[in-house]
């Protein structure tokens, strides 16, 4: 005789079981190119030309170390590219597939990444000791809309469109895995749009998003301790069960407007003597 629980125990390994082999069967489809194909037509490619794989299968291939010029990859499946230290700047990857793509060292600054797919992409090379060094760099990148989930510790997020990404834990038992929650601590946000972001339990320790925009962004249960908001616009944003020990909030904006300090943890006093 089954109890409740177990048969909600069951159901969670079924949804799991599902998931992984839809993973599998997506991962094992041939791919449209080799990577020698994409490397020649890259190499072929003249000055001011833009070389073209849109709407392709590209999954699983090792493009570690390659120069995109600029390529278009806008719809591409590309779940579990290597594309370790690649240079993917102002590459066109809108409505991309990037799920566990391998991003050590890569370059995606100024690269077009609205509406994404980005869930356990690898960053880094040694889980146990991250190095600043194998962090990707997303500078100025377009990540509009975008789903994201997975570590991007140390990562350059400064000048990016973040506006209404998703950070927050995904599918229906709220996490992937064993990983719980977005790590972006030490990551660098400075002067980037935030605006509606859902940032719901992303680890941001000591992050640095001086000058950023996080109005009506959703901080709940948000590890913020030692971040640094200095010049941020807080306009709006919810911090419910936030942790804000040693939050830096030195002239930021909207800050009587901020949502949710009753419940949030190690609130400064001068944010409480505001509202």
């Given amino acids: 005789m089954t109890t409740p629980f177990s048969r909600i125990a069951l159901i ?33 490619t003249g000055a001011g030309a833009q070389p073209d794989f849109k709407n392709h299968n590209l999954s699983d291939l090792d493009l570690s170390g390659v120069d995109f010029k600029r390529a278009n990859l806008a719809g591409s499946n590309l779940f579990g590219v290597d594309f370790t230290r690649a240079n993917l700047s102002d590459v066109d990857l809108s409505g991309a597939h990037l799920d566990r793509v391998i991003i050590i ?8 990444l609205p509406g994404v797919t980005m ?12 190095n600043r060094a194998d962090a990707p760099s997303f500078k100025r990148a377009n990540l509009t809309g975008s789903k994201l989930f997975g570590k991007f510790s140390y990562c350059d997020f400064s000048g990016a469109n973040l506006s209404g990404v998703s950070l927050a834990p995904t ?9 719980w929650r977005s790590d972006l601590q030490g990551a660098n ?23 950023a925009d996080l109005k009506g962004a959703i901080l ?44 949030a943890l190690n609130v400064p006093k001068a944010l409480l003597a505001i509202q």
């Fill in 171 to 179: 599918n229906a038992t709220g996490f992937i895995e064993n990983l």
């Fill in 220 to 263: 709940a249960r948000t590890d913020l301790a030692g971040a640094n908001f200095e010049g941020a616009d807080l306009t709006g944003a919810d911090f419910t069960r936030a942790d804000l020990d040693g939050v830096i909030l030195t002239g930021a904006k909207g800050l009587e407007t901020v949502k949710g300090l009753a419940t």
């Fill in 119 to 130: 869930l356990r992409p690898t960053t880094i090379s040694n889980l146990d000791a991250p």
């Fill in 12 to 44: 969670v390994v079924i949804f799991a079981v599902v998931n992984s082999l839809a993973a599998i069967n997506q991962a094992t489809a041939a791919a449209d190119f080799t990577a020698r194909d994409i490397t020649e037509q890259l190499f072929r």
């Fill in 105 to 112: 060292g890569a370059k995606l600054d100024g690269a077009q």
């Fill in 189 to 211: 946000l400075d002067g980037a749009n935030l605006a509606g972001a859902n940032l719901t339990y992303v680890m941001l320790r000591f992050a640095s998003l001086q000058g």
